[in-house]
């Protein structure tokens, strides 16, 4: 069973279009990070979100955190072709102690595809 | 700042034999971690490192190992190599238990 469920898995669109991206949880996170993939490369980091109900802007990119810190989505606003990669949502769990280890898990990732 | 650094870039080896994969974290990052990347799996955690102690480990067998120096950089070790564990090797490293993670570029293991 997936932890985080990440949808869609792939995304085909127009330059121009928006799209959403969304990652989903029964757990708890405390903190979800979300990044950027090209193929041969690692992932980059794009943003993180502590706060439930957080909100974070980044040019035409868009993150929510869920108030109970068990969802999150990537809003793409007028999408380009530059922006065709591989987004992968990952969370840290909140261990029973209280503090999070450097374990991320990790969504099965979304394959945009922006056609110009 | 230079970011994190992984060698080799791309390893083939052939079922049985043991592979040592070499990871140096951003200048001042003190946690280390490992995944594993594939197609039908995604990005799987290994293990993470902080201070040279191994801090937390995820669901692989033992065939999988790894370890930190002083100066934290970190290696890990596959032993009898398996065509299963061809896959993207990636570390990643943090300040310390912020978990905002840095990826290097990764290792690309394909077993034979």
């Known amino acids: 069973t997936q932890l985080l469920e990440q949808s869609p898995q792939f995304l085909s669109i127009q330059e121009g279009e928006n799209l959403t991206v969304y990652c989903n949880s029964s757990?708890?996170?405390?903190?979800l990070q979300w990044y950027r993939q090209e193929p041969g490369e690692g992932p980059v980091l794009l943003v993180t979100?502590?706060?439930?109900?957080e909100v974070k802007k980044l040019k035409r990119l868009t993150f929510q955190f869920g108030d109970a810190r068990k969802d999150s989505s990537l809003h793409i606003t007028a999408a380009q072709p530059g922006d065709t990669g591989l987004y992968l949502c990952?969370?840290?769990?909140?261990?029973?102690?209280?503090?999070?280890?450097?374990?991320?898990?990790f969504g099965q990732g979304t394959i945009l595809t922006v056609h110009p | 700042k230079a970011g994190v650094t992984q060698t080799p870039r791309y390893l083939i080896k052939t079922r049985g034999q043991q592979v040592t994969l070499s990871c140096s974290p951003i200048?001042?990052?003190?946690?280390v971690s490992w995944y594993q990347q594939t197609p039908g799996q995604g990005l799987q955690f290994l293990f993470e490192?902080?201070?040279?102690?191994?801090?937390n480990k995820g669901n692989f067998p033992g065939r999988f190992s790894g370890r930190q120096f002083s100066n934290s950089r970190s290696e890990m070790n596959v032993s009898t190599l398996e065509l299963g564990d061809s896959a993207l090797y990636l570390c990643?490293?943090?300040?310390?238990?912020?978990?905002?993670?840095?990826f290097g570029p990764g290792t690309r293991l394909t077993v034979l």
């Open positions: 200048s001042g990052h003190r946690s």
């Open positions: 979100v502590v706060t439930g109900g």
């Open positions: 990952a969370g840290a769990l909140r261990s029973a102690g209280g503090t999070s280890y450097g374990k991320l898990t």
């Open positions: 490192y902080f201070s040279e102690t191994q801090r």
């Open positions: 990643a490293s943090s300040l310390a238990p912020s978990n905002e993670q840095f």
């Open positions: 757990s708890v996170f405390s903190s």
